[in-house]
């Protein structure tokens, strides 16, 4: 495998692990959404076993998706750096190559 499809084929092992993230992000919302419609449906008096505790739940979810987000920013900023420089090494090889012809 060259450095090129090496770059490549992490990049796009990335870029899933984002839209990964992303969808389990978006399923996560949609259920908090559904739990906190529920909890408005209670009687007056009725505490229920609604502790408050998807506001918690949510900022700490929300600080783990950051930070795997973040991480996962990093792996793409990696591979296209690999892809960049894979590249350029690819240029240079050709046009050493040429010039050794000549």
Do not use: H, P
Not at 9 to 23: G, I, P
Not at 27 to 40: K, L, V, Y
């Amino acid at each position: 495998m060259s450095r090129l499809d090496e770059a490549e084929t992490r990049f796009a092992e990335a870029m899933k692990a984002l839209e990964t993230a992303l969808e389990r992000r978006l399923a996560a919302a949609s259920n908090s959404e559904a739990e906190d419609s529920g909890a408005g449906d209670r009687e007056a008096g009725d505490s229920g076993s609604y502790d408050g505790g998807s506001v918690d739940g949510g900022s700490v979810d929300g600080a783990m998706m950051r930070a795997e987000l973040a991480r996962i920013d990093e792996q793409v900023s990696r591979a296209m750096q690999l892809i960049s420089d894979a590249q350029q090494s690819d240029l240079t090889s050709v046009t050493v190559g040429e010039e050794g012809r000549a």
